[in-house]
């Protein structure tokens, strides 16, 4: 595929992405989710810094919209971030958040933004800076990985707001920290450090502040560099080693390392 034409089909799913935005929220709403393409990297910026990006209703529809077009995509590789000095401090409890709204019939699917952004193709990070609580930690936790500012600090907050919790935390946060740690923070929900995240294994790399969000776009611009193909089935063999036993997953296994590395047409560099 020669370069003019590659750039024509990002033109395209660009505009397929801003249309599914303007369709959800209606002409002339704000927008609460931004998306912006860097070559092959989406990032994805929850957009609310007056309220600290704080969670509503229309933010986890916009997410939702956004995440579904970019997996249909030809991105490689989905940065989430947060707008301003924090990543997210949870649900908005002051402003916009409309619990009357709050129907599984209309919010059902839009929970299913951390289902995407822990099973679509992309490899999808986490860029954390200031808060990170609530629904916000479980879209954080649904990533393939989590880097974080020295300055983060960490709540899952659920049950202080007298609620059981959403958008997955519980089930990423007991792959990512294990059953008694994740039990320990979801029971007893003090706030924590980006260091102790770090010692946990939730975090994996720490940056400061003031360099975070240019260090990790430029880490993902590298993973970008990566052969397309490749890094999706690298990612399929991660999901199918959360599932499957091991006979099962090493005869998949090796079927995609079989076909990567013959000349395949899948395989754009």
Same mark, same amino acid.
């Not at 969000?213 to 089935?233: C, D, I, K, Q, S």
């Given at each position: 595929?020669?370069?003019g034409?590659?750039?024509v089909?990002k ?8 249309k599914?935005?303007?369709g959800r929220?209606?002409?002339g709403?704000?927008?609460?989710v931004?998306?912006q393409?860097?070559?092959a ?5 929850? &957009?609310r ?5 704080g969670?509503?209703?229309?933010m986890c529809?916009?997410?939702?919209d956004?995440?579904?077009?970019i997996?249909?995509?030809d ?9 301003g000095g924090?990543?997210?401090v ?7 958040h &409309? ?13 299913h933004a951390?289902t ?5 193709p992309?490899?999808t990070i986490a860029?954390?800076?200031g808060?990170c ?5 479980g879209w954080a936790?649904?990533?393939d990985f ?9 709540r899952t907050?659920?049950?202080d707001?007298g609620?059981?919790g959403d958008?997955?935390l519980?089930?990423s946060?007991?792959r990512a920290v294990?059953?008694?740690?994740a ?5 007893f929900?003090?706030?924590f450090?980006?260091a102790q995240?770090r010692?946990?294994?939730?975090v ?8 975070l ?9 590298a993973?970008?560099e ?5 890094l ?7 999901l199918?080693a959360?599932?499957?036993?091991l006979?099962e997953?090493? &005869?998949i ?9 013959t ?5 754009d560099?």
């Amino acid at each position: 595929m020669g370069a003019g034409i590659r750039n024509v089909c990002k033109n395209v799913i660009l505009n397929v992405e801003i249309k599914v935005l303007v369709g959800r929220m209606g002409m002339g709403a704000v927008s609460e989710v931004t998306v912006q393409r860097q070559g092959a990297v989406a990032v994805v910026t929850l &957009d609310r810094p007056t309220r600290r990006n704080g969670v509503t209703i229309g933010m986890c529809e916009q997410l939702y919209d956004a995440l579904r077009a970019i997996a249909a995509g030809d991105a490689r590789v989905v940065v989430l971030r947060g707008a301003g000095g924090d990543f997210s401090v949870g649900a908005d409890l002051g402003g916009g958040h &409309d619990t009357e709204q709050a129907t599984l019939q209309r919010l059902g699917p839009s929970y299913h933004a951390a289902t995407l952004l822990h099973t679509m193709p992309q490899i999808t990070i986490a860029a954390i800076d200031g808060g990170c609580a609530g629904a916000a930690m479980g879209w954080a936790c649904a990533c393939d990985f989590r880097w974080s500012s020295t300055r983060a600090r960490f709540r899952t907050a659920f049950l202080d707001v007298g609620v059981s919790g959403d958008m997955g935390l519980a089930w990423s946060l007991t792959r990512a920290v294990g059953g008694g740690r994740a039990r320990e923070l979801l029971l007893f929900p003090e706030k924590f450090t980006a260091a102790q995240a770090r010692e946990q294994g939730l975090v994996t790399r720490l940056f400061d502040p003031e360099t975070l969000h240019e260090e990790v776009l430029a880490l993902a611009g590298a993973l970008a560099e990566r052969p397309a193909f490749v890094l999706r089935m690298m990612k399929a063999n991660i999901l199918s080693a959360e599932t499957l036993a091991l006979a099962e997953y090493v &005869d998949i296994e090796s079927a995609r390392h079989l076909h990567t590395v013959t000349d395949s047409p899948l395989w754009d560099r």
